[in-house]
């Protein structure tokens, strides 16, 4: 049966014809929800005289098979460009700024378009990013917290790159070898002398910012916070790497800010004086912890070395110059553009061989430790 907008009774999933590799059309769409071509233009649309049972049907369909009308069909542009979207949650961290500095210059070399979402404010989500993305974008790139499995269903068979979190059922994906850092990190401040290790994490929601707790051979339960709450993958690998060398390490969390990982700090050289040597969830962070110890009159490094994490440019502007541990933020906007590419042109299969990838951090002295 047929009704006057081209609908037909014909149910999802019927006479759908793309291929894993091949990109869906508006005719792959039409075919699984068993209407017309003009049908499902009013409905990715949201034009009218289409039922809202029929637009919901072809609205799944267009997700199931990855499917999004022309970012250019409202006659802003004709021929498109390849447009990727970039998911950012707070781009006030130097870092993001960096990593998506390097993804725009290599992107726009390949002549793609990218559309960025700075996600992090308001209490937004990965999935809420990529939700606000999908009808634009051919793919996406983006640190998504741990939302890999559910913004990939949201893009259907369009690429999905997660960076800092496995790749689930992600197109793709690019970790980092965490445990390598804190073994690095823990054995340079053994090496200096350093006895009494702490390391400040980033707090979740709802964790306990009170009196430190103490990580010891065997190490926490994994997954858990020696203080209360849930530790962060960067955590629990210094947690392990402390336990594996029987090396005594406080740890303590804190807001993802300067000014607060100041005020931990503090609480931190009060309730345990004889610190000596501290590791920083990040360099924004490691900055508020440099200041505590100089409101406590400590010298660094000589009372107490820090180390921070990441390698932006922040640290070499701070007094003293900071110790870190360094990625290439180059070279990981490299990583998920030429990941991306290969997905795009089919030279990887989702999920594929080489989609995975496991890139290291490197120590770079300087003067805080």
Not at 101 to 127: C, I, K, P
Not at 144 to 165: F, K, T, Y
Not at 176 to 204: P, S
Request: proline share 5%; net charge negative; glycine share 12%.
């Amino acid at each position: 049966m047929t009704t006057s907008s081209g609908e037909t009774s014909s149910g999802l999933g019927q006479g759908a014809s793309t291929g894993a590799s091949k990109r869906a059309t508006i005719l792959d769409v039409a075919a699984a929800a068993g209407v017309s071509r003009q049908t499902v233009t009013r409905a990715m649309n949201a034009m009218p005289g289409i039922r809202p049972e029929t637009r919901a049907r072809v609205q799944e369909a267009a997700r199931q098979l990855g499917y999004t009308p022309s970012r250019f069909a409202k006659g802003l542009v004709q021929g498109a460009r390849t447009s990727v979207g970039l998911a950012i949650p707070d781009l006030t961290n130097p870092y993001y700024p960096a990593f998506a500095s390097s993804v725009v210059e290599l992107a726009t070399q390949r002549g793609w378009h990218v559309v960025m979402d700075d996600y992090g404010h308001g209490g937004a989500t990965g999935v809420e990013s990529v939700q606000h993305l999908a009808p634009q974008v051919d793919a996406v790139i983006g640190y998504l917290g741990g939302a890999a499995d559910e913004a990939q269903a949201i893009l259907g068979r369009r690429p999905l790159v997660v960076l800092d979190q496995p790749a689930g059922s992600a197109s793709g994906g690019i970790t980092f070898d965490y445990d390598h850092a804190a073994q690095t990190a823990l054995e340079h401040l053994q090496a200096r002398g350093c006895r009494q290790l702490a390391y400040i994490d980033r707090a979740w929601a709802g964790a306990d910012l009170g009196a430190p707790g103490s990580v010891r051979a065997g190490g926490p339960t994994p997954g858990t916070d020696p203080v209360r709450g849930v530790m962060t993958v960067r955590g629990q690998a210094f947690a392990r790497s402390a336990a594996a060398s029987g090396m005594a390490l406080t740890v303590v969390v804190s807001p993802e800010s300067a000014a607060a990982a100041r005020q931990v700090t503090r609480r931190l050289l009060e309730d345990r004086p004889g610190t000596d040597g501290i590791v920083v969830f990040n360099d924004v962070m490691a900055a508020g912890a440099l200041k505590a110890l100089a409101d406590s009159g400590r010298a660094v490094p000589a009372d107490c070395a820090v180390i921070g994490m990441d390698g932006i440019p922040l640290g070499e502007l701070l007094t003293p110059e900071l110790t870190t541990l360094a990625l290439d933020l180059r070279e990981v906007g490299r990583a998920a553009v030429e990941l991306l590419d290969g997905l795009l042109t089919g030279s990887l299969d989702p999920g594929g061989p080489g989609t995975e990838l496991l890139l290291r951090h490197h120590l770079v002295l300087r003067q805080s430790a």
